[in-house]
């Protein structure tokens, strides 16, 4: 009788495990963003960072008008936050289409933020605009 408790034990702790699912955080962010009128600042969602490199990186693949008027818009802005604690991390960097990826400097004092998260502005107060964004805490 113990054996077949042992095993029954053992299995139901077996199954208990195999349905259990593991979400981890994404590494990066990538997404279509809507960048409201008067450059207020939108966030990207939570992602894990490792914390071995003291930079993220981010770029801009296209910023555009979102009323679908002539494009001549080119750049947008970004800022790594540090998801615990609300605060940012870094400096805010103008993006731009015309340019590849852009280290972004985590400050001292933040590089063991461990969930991070982009914040992500126009960089024309008058217009709202959608910007192909990428981004990651590293």
Known sequence: MKRFIAKASAMVLVFLMSATTVHALPTSFR??????????????STQE??????????????????????DTFEKMQTQLYNQE??????????????????????????????????????????YDAYADFYGTGN
């Open 31 to 44: 997404g279509t963003v809507y960048l409201k009128l008067d450059q207020k600042w939108i966030r990207t």
């Open 49 to 70: 960072r490792s914390g071995k490199r003291s930079f993220g990186r981010a770029r801009t693949y296209a910023v555009y008008p979102a009323d679908n008027s002539k």
């Open 85 to 126: 604690k609300g605060i940012p991390i870094s400096s805010v960097y103008v993006l731009s289409e015309l340019e590849g990826f852009r280290d972004i400097k985590v400050w001292e004092g933040y590089l063991d933020a461990k969930r991070v998260y982009f914040m992500v502005r126009g960089n024309k107060p008058k």
